[in-house]
């Protein structure tokens, strides 16, 4: 089955830059999937920030637009969250996530396989 391990997480000041990356594996081959970014900070709800949808579209969160960049390196099969000029209100536990897709939208929070998560902190 589908494992996803997340990377690049820690502590960085407001105003920096960090790089996350997603390692995935045990995809198959004849299925196409909707990829993605999501966080949760403490005491809120999870929310989607960038969607690599079925066909190869990125959808970026309104919150993050202009500062966060999804990138998909197929072969290596990585998933990449370059965050520039973060704030304090980024800090939040970020996920990679990945869903079967069969139709309709990949924007949803239902995703089927989810990374462990890793911490970000901006101070």
């Known amino acids: 089955h589908v494992q996803l391990v997340e990377s690049g997480g820690g502590s960085v000041q407001a105003g920096g830059s960090m790089r996350l990356s997603c390692a995935g594996s045990?995809?198959?081959?004849?299925?196409?999937?909707?990829l993605g970014w999501f966080r949760q900070a403490a005491g809120e709800e999870r929310e989607a920030i960038a969607i690599s949808t079925f066909d190869g579209r990125s959808d970026i969160a309104d919150s993050v637009k202009g500062r966060f960049t999804l990138t998909h390196d197929r072969a290596k099969k990585i998933l990449y969250l370059q965050m520039n000029m973060l704030k304090p209100e980024d800090t939040a536990m970020y996920y990679c996530?990945?869903?079967?897709?069969?139709?309709?939208?990949?924007?949803?929070?239902?995703?089927?396989?989810w990374g462990q998560g890793t911490q970000v902190t901006v101070s």
């Open positions: 996530a990945a869903d079967p897709w069969y139709g309709g939208t990949c924007q949803h929070n239902e995703y089927m396989y």
């Open positions: 045990g995809f198959r081959s004849t299925t196409t999937y909707c």
